[in-house]
């Protein structure tokens, strides 16, 4: 594949690094917050590969879209612009990916939390919190990752409804709130934790991320697999559709 990258941060080096050991594709085009960016930008490549912040990403995702190259986003922090994107792609006919998250690692965490979940929401003496650390260059607080995190512990145990990032003025954690507490701390690549805890025992799952190696791998198999799909039923796609395609197989 001949991919463009848009950032050239420390994921988008990473990345580089990674097609570059692959072999099997290459970067035809890095582009930064100097460059010019519209769809010709993107004309002969097979893949966007986009790691930016949210105001760059919000600033540029149509004109990736309008160039008919499916997209693979990592950026993180436009939550709540992603129904407003998820039409957009699908008005304009083309692909996009998202994750907060490309790390196989990470899904397979988010995959076994949604199970811990499911498996105490009949027992209220159990209660569920989160915790993330991260590097203090780390943008968005709290990370993607627990948003992310956070969404499938709502969707599988109906006692949490919603997130609470900060608790101000001493008020009290409500019963049917899930708390996100994050850490920026040194140069922590990512720690996502989910802490289960009753009067009897605690049980606790976590990823570690020893390096940035496995986001950058994920993220290029998800632009394979992206470019692909886009050939066969364009749409906005999330790493969920990729992991339940792959084990199908």
Known sequence: MKLTLVGNGRMG???????ARSGAHTIEKVLDFNDTIDADAFRGSDAIIDFTVRDAFLANY???IASGVPVVVGTTGWDDSMEHVRQEVASAGSSMLYSANYSLGVNIFFRTLREAARLIAP?????IALSEQHHTGKADFPSGTAIKAAEEILNS????RTVVRELQDGRKLQADELQIASIRLGSVFGVHSAIIDSESDTIEIS????????FASGALHAAEWLAG??????????MDDFLNDLFSA
Do not use: C, W
Not at 157 to 160: D, G, L, S
Not at 208 to 214: C, D, V
Not at 229 to 238: D, K, N, Q, W
């Open 13 to 19: 080096r990473q990345i580089a690094e990674v097609v």
């Open 123 to 127: 027992f209220e003496h159990f209660d």
């Open 207 to 214: 990823h570690t991320a020893k390096s940035r190696t496995g």
């Open 229 to 238: 799909r886009h050939a066969v039923l364009p749409g906005f796609y999330t």
């Open 157 to 160: 145990n109906p006692r949490k």
């Open 62 to 64: 149509r004109a990736m």
